[in-house]
């Protein structure tokens, strides 16, 4: 790998539920329906690329990849519940919709008109780790820009789950955006965040977005020096 391209970070955008505050989607999210539809991460998502996106100068990534350990909880939590309830019948389709794993990728596309490679990694606390490995390929594949967007969220639910367990999972929700180039100015990823054969963190359900927000520490400790 050390002949390989160098994934330089051009922007970052981070959208966490636990700084406390969320930024103003109706500038994000014009569409006052799709607001209304679509869940808290999902929206979080959209917010964290576009700010990604926005922050260099508008450039259209030439793949959209994302990484979730769980997915949208609440949608999924959401969703089989009314199956349950409603005895697996005349069930609301959007809860489904917005509950798989690629949604929000999806819906980044669709927001940008971005119709190139589309992908999510949904391989537990590994997730991250495979997305940023698919954007290095990407990048020596010669691609030049690769939009990474790493996501999870907690529910009640799940943080009793997982206390039960004895395990921590993640605090709040979150979703962190990369651009990434193989040119121009900015930090490089380092190789140990993506390359890693002894790494099996694949339990790990913290193991996708902590990476994720490392990574963005690091990146913005880069512009501050």
Avoid at 114 to 142: H, K, P, Q, V, W
Avoid at 217 to 223: A, E, G, I, S
Wanted: glycine fraction near 8%; charged fraction near 25%; charge should be negative.
């Amino acid at each position: 790998m050390t002949e390989g391209v160098t994934m330089i970070i051009r922007s970052a955008c981070r959208v966490s539920m636990s700084e406390g505050e969320e930024p103003d989607y109706r500038q994000i999210i014009p569409d006052a329906n799709l607001r209304r539809r679509i869940g808290r991460i999902v929206r979080m998502g959209l917010a964290a690329a576009s700010g990604c996106v926005g922050s260099a100068d508008g450039v259209k990534p030439d793949a959209v990849i994302a990484s979730t350990a769980l997915g949208c909880l609440a949608d999924t939590e959401k969703f089989m519940k009314e199956m349950i309830e409603r005895e697996e019948s005349m069930l609301n389709p959007s809860a489904f919709i917005y509950s798989t794993f690629n949604t929000i990728a999806g819906q980044i596309a669709l927001a940008g008109g971005i119709r190139e490679y589309n992908m999510t990694y949904a391989d537990g606390g590994r997730s991250f780790r495979s997305a940023l490995l698919d954007a290095y390929l990407c990048l020596s594949e010669g691609k030049k820009n690769i939009l990474v967007v790493a996501f999870d969220e907690n529910t009640p639910s799940s943080d009793k789950v997982f206390h039960r367990l004895g395990k921590q999972y993640i605090p709040a929700p979150e979703a962190v955006a990369f651009l990434l180039s193989s040119e121009g100015n900015g930090p490089s990823v380092p190789e140990e965040t993506f390359l890693c054969p002894d790494c099996d963190s694949s339990r790990d359900m913290a193991g996708n977005i902590v990476p994720a927000v490392e990574l963005y520490r690091y990146y913005q400790d880069t512009l501050s020096d």
